[in-house]
């Protein structure tokens, strides 16, 4: 292929470029098709058609990505292909390419996201640190140059909640444009006692420099209220024990509040139409603190178990902080070598994330038939009465400081050996520094290594519609703690190879990939059997399956979105679960991992007089799956049908509403024991204004 500025005639200049955005760090000038990678996107018009308003609630759209434990509903936990990382932390994920989602920042607002990226398989050879299921990418709202233009809505929920949420472009010249986001939300819940308040403020500044330089400045400003809940208990399978409103805590304990402050600041120069510098920087400080009653998780110490009704509970305390600071370069290009075409990325990025952890708990003795009540701080299932004794003095049980530091670099060709067949080759190396600063034991853990992730693909373009591919990576993740030896654990490590065809239907309005694949990794988590108490990294893990994704228009315009997962995650080793010490066999299943997921979802534009409307309807059923590690108790499969719809009601305002939950199905969202259950919300509708200016 003759390069472009050959191409050229003779005199003839190239038009000025213009950058109206920055383009996406990691990612290079490829198509989805080009990429041997499954990737499945949720774009903003889907998650306003469906009134999400939950990054959890986005994440449902793709079958490929499952719920976990979120800490209370203080924080956003999901395993991608069956693997969730680590469960005492907030699931990482990315914001504008930038590892962002690690902080303790409550669970993630969708405003001012402009579309969900799924990006599945092996990718750890250019993002570096991660789970080898993939990674999800949220990409913003950002201030478009020259343009000015806003939105503006309010809404009603059941359980007596109202939100109000704006979002407005203001081009203040023409180089220089304020896109200013923001949103807050009060009410009640479906949970007795419980409610709850959110607000954030989410602007962004563009700056165009010249015709070829971009700056973005972005700020997030959020802030979470709500109490922690740990859900109901199930006693013998039974999931009628209580009824799903049922708050097993205390009121007076109050909220437990999460907030985050951050900075992203991006630049994007473009050399020619062939090669690109990308500039960032982003810095993001979290805290959550707050007090809860929880169901004591220990059978000996837990008198439930005993007469049935009486919950035996922990008063606990947290108060989590993060900082976390990343500084990144990328220069993306491409060249040729004969009839060769070079694609290439070549970067480099530093990691810096501390985090500081100071918990306090109380828990009653052992039970016997002495122990009273008060000292077991026990909650009568049948007639709650929230504050009958003293709140109990609490004592340190984690005091740490966890401190991570990496530095990285990636370089990825990707090269067209023929018209349609391509292969992509590359690689990252890291130097990593793990320090655990233990002040309760005064033992200060360090390890530091180094790491090459290398990654192969191959795609193969059989027709115009019909794309194969095929990819092979590895990876690792590091393991936060340290072991009874007071060492840091060694990182999990993985190895992933995955296959699967991208097919482009009716002329590019349907799109669709199948793919299959298997994950393998190594250092995982598990009780130290000559160190009770204590973890050692020695078990390992298995996930392999089948992924459908479909997105587009059928004909009569009704728009389509379809995703299904089979996903066989299990154990591979003979281990202790490190949280209770249950045997794990292997070929058991992983926690809240559903061998089947589905989720569908079909919506029509059409005309009322000349009103322009909407209406949709959607489907999700996830399977049974575990609930508890090492033992049989399960969480029931469930369907939730969802409806959805709006109508112009003069011009730029618009009426709509939805219903999810339809037929009000009790079903249970994630499980970390049967004492520890997290119910699905029920029938839940909203109704809303919207306009556009």
């Known amino acids: 292929m003759a390069d472009i ?120 050879a250019v993002l570096g640190r991660g789970e080898p299921g993939g990674s999800i990418n949220l990409v913003t709202k950002q201030a478009e140059l020259g343009r000015t233009f806003g939105t503006a809505s309010l809404q009603y929920r059941s359980f007596d909640t109202v939100r109000a949420e704006g979002d407005t472009n203001i081009a203040l010249t023409d180089n ?128 439930l178990f005993v007469d049935g009704y009486s919950l035996s509970r922990q008063r606990r305390t947290r108060r989590y902080t ?138 193969y373009e059989v027709s115009n519609p019909l794309t194969l591919y095929a990819a092979y990576g590895e990876g690792y993740r590091a393991n936060i703690g340290a072991g009874a030896d007071g060492n840091v654990f060694e990182p999990e490590t993985s190895k992933s190879i995955e296959a699967g065809a991208k097919l482009s239907a009716l002329g590019g309005r349907l799109t669709g990939t199948l793919a299959v694949y298997q994950l393998e990794k190594s250092n995982v988590l598990a009780t130290d059997t000559l160190n009770p108490g204590f973890s050692v990294a020695i078990g390992k893990a298995r996930s392999r399956g089948i992924e459908l994704d479909v997105n587009g228009k059928l004909p009569g315009d009704i728009d389509l979105l379809l995703s299904y997962a089979y996903t066989d995650a299990e154990a591979r080793s003979r281990v202790l679960d490190p949280n209770f010490s249950f045997q794990i066999e292997p070929g058991d299943r992983l926690i809240n991992i559903p061998d089947h997921n589905l989720n569908v979802q079909a919506a029509k534009r059409f005309t009322i007089g000349d009103r322009d409307a909407l209406l949709g309807a959607g489907i999700q059923y996830v399977s049974r799956r575990s609930g508890e590690t090492g033992t049989d108790f399960e969480l029931p499969a469930h369907r939730l049908v969802r409806v959805f719809g709006q109508i112009e009601l003069m011009q730029d305002v618009e009426l709509f509403g939805s219903i999810t939950n339809l037929f009000d199905e009790h079903w249970y969202a994630n499980s970390y024991s049967p004492v520890w259950v997290q119910p699905g919300a029920p029938r839940t509708a909203t109704i809303g204004l919207r306009t556009t200016f």
């Open 176 to 303: 220089l444009t304020a896109r200013l986001i923001g949103y807050a939300e009060s009410g009640d819940t479906f949970r007795d006692t419980v409610e709850q308040k959110r607000w954030g403020f989410l602007p962004s500044i563009g700056l165009g420099i010249g015709a070829d330089t971009r700056l973005t400045y972005d700020f997030e400003w959020t802030r979470v209220e709500v109490p922690f809940d740990r859900g109901i208990v199930v006693l013998n399978g039974n999931f009628d024990t209580v009824p799903r409103s049922r708050f097993l805590g205390e009121p007076s304990d109050g909220d437990t509040v999460a907030r985050a402050t951050g900075h992203q600041l991006r630049m994007q120069h473009d050399f020619s139409d062939r090669w690109s510098l990308l500039l960032g920087a982003s810095h993001r400080d979290t805290l959550l603190s707050g007090a809860s009653s929880d169901a004591e998780t220990a059978r000996a110490r837990q008198k």
């Open 322 to 459: 993060s900082e976390h600071s990343v500084l990144r370069a990328e220069i993306s290009g491409e060249f040729n070598t004969g009839a060769l075409r070079h694609r290439v990325l070549i970067g480099g990025d530093f990691d810096y994330f501390d985090t500081d952890q100071l918990f306090t708990r109380y828990r009653g003795p052992v039970v016997t038939p002495t122990t009273t009540d008060r000292a077991g701080y026990v909650l009568d299932l049948r007639n709650p009465a929230y504050g009958r004794y003293p709140v109990p003095v609490t004592a340190p049980i984690t005091n740490r400081l966890d401190e991570q530091r990496t530095m990285g670099a990636y370089l990825q060709d990707q090269i067209s050996l023929t018209d349609r067949l391509q292969v992509r080759i590359g690689g990252r190396f890291d130097d990593f520094l793990l320090r655990v600063d233990n002040r309760l034991t005064s033992v200060l853990g360090r390890r530091r290594r180094s790491r090459f992730s290398p990654q192969a693909g191959i795609v």
């Open 5 to 124: 500025d050959d191409a050229l005639p003779a005199g003839e200049e190239r038009e000025p470029i213009t950058i109206t955005g920055v383009r996406q760090s990691y990612r290079g000038n490829f198509t989805i098709h080009e990429i041997p990678q499954a990737i499945a996107v949720i774009d903003e018009a889907v998650i306003k058609e469906n009134n999400i308003l939950r990054l959890t609630d986005a994440l449902d759209l793709n079958a490929s990505v499952v719920r976990q434990n979120t800490l209370g509903g203080l924080w956003d936990s999901f395993a991608i292909r069956g693997f969730a990382g680590d469960e005492n932390l907030p699931s990482g994920y990315l914001v504008n390419g930038f590892n962002a989602g690690r902080g303790f920042s409550g669970q993630r607002d969708v405003a001012g996201i402009e579309r969900v990226e799924v990006l599945k398989g092996p990718a750890a």
